[in-house]
């Protein structure tokens, strides 16, 4: 397997614009996390799907973040408008089954907002 | 709500030399306990985890951790650390049969030749 797959890599962007992150989890996870990572504030869980539908997204800063999860295939975080304090690198993370299901990192995108 | 400390935000270690990381954790039950490794530019990856039985666990490249509930205490071991060790330590604590995980700030280690 691929394992969790994140694009892009790396974006770049000016003050408010939209930002859009991709992840595609491992086939046939049933859950989907969203994760934020910062010097300041560490690892911190944004959002967590389970069969495709939202749980808990109390982790999500504010208004301007949205999280989809329109198939069990693909999964989006979207920024707008993005801010500078949002620089940062985002994980999306998946797993077969809550509680002691292993969750599986992607990469991750590192975002910087000019 | 559950927390994680680790104290230790740097260590550095010799290499062949024996490594202990720290790890402390608050919950009111038994929770479920990991230990994650994160490479430059890479995501996190599990070396182990704990959710009963047997105290001492045995996870990925030669890692193991005991957990200790009258410490609250969930410390990371290597007896022999190799430059390629050099990375990022998570601990993550979740309530049992719970989906969500929280992470400690994490411990650089840097390994000296």
């Known amino acids: 397997d691929a394992g969790v797959i994140q694009s892009p890599r790396h974006e770049v962007t000016e003050m408010g614009q939209e930002v859009t992150l991709r992840c595609k989890p491992i086939?046939?996870?049933?859950?989907l996390f969203w994760y934020r990572q910062t010097m300041m504030r560490g690892l911190e869980l944004l959002i967590y799907?389970?069969?495709?539908?939202?749980?808990?997204d109390s982790g999500m800063p504010e208004d301007r973040f949205s999280a989809k999860m329109p198939n069990a295939s693909f999964s989006t975080l979207k920024i707008q408008p993005s801010e500078p304090r949002d620089s940062a690198v985002y994980f999306c993370?998946?797993?077969?089954?809550?509680?002691?299901?292993?969750?599986?990192f992607g990469p991750g995108t590192r975002l910087t907002v000019l | 709500a559950q927390s994680v400390t680790q104290p230790d935000i740097h260590i550095t270690v010799s290499e062949g030399a024996s490594l202990e990381l720290r790890c402390n954790y608050s919950?009111?039950?038994?929770?479920?306990l990991f230990w994650y490794v994160q490479s430059p530019g890479q995501g996190l990856q599990l070396l182990l985890k704990?959710?009963?039985?047997?105290?001492l666990v045995q996870g990925i490249k030669g890692f193991e951790a005991e957990f200790k509930r009258s410490q609250s205490s969930f410390n990371l071991r290597k007896p022999s650390v190799h430059w390629s060790d050099a990375a990022e330590y998570f601990c993550?604590?979740?309530?049992?049969?719970?989906?969500?995980?929280?992470f400690g700030k994490g411990t650089m280690l840097l390994v000296s030749p």
């Open positions: 086939s046939g996870h049933d859950y």
């Open positions: 919950y009111g039950a038994t929770p479920y």
């Open positions: 993370a998946s797993s077969l089954g809550g509680g002691q299901g292993t969750q599986y």
């Open positions: 704990y959710f009963s039985g047997d105290t």
């Open positions: 993550a604590v979740g309530p049992s049969g719970y989906s969500t995980l929280t």
């Open positions: 799907f389970n069969n495709n539908v939202p749980i808990d």
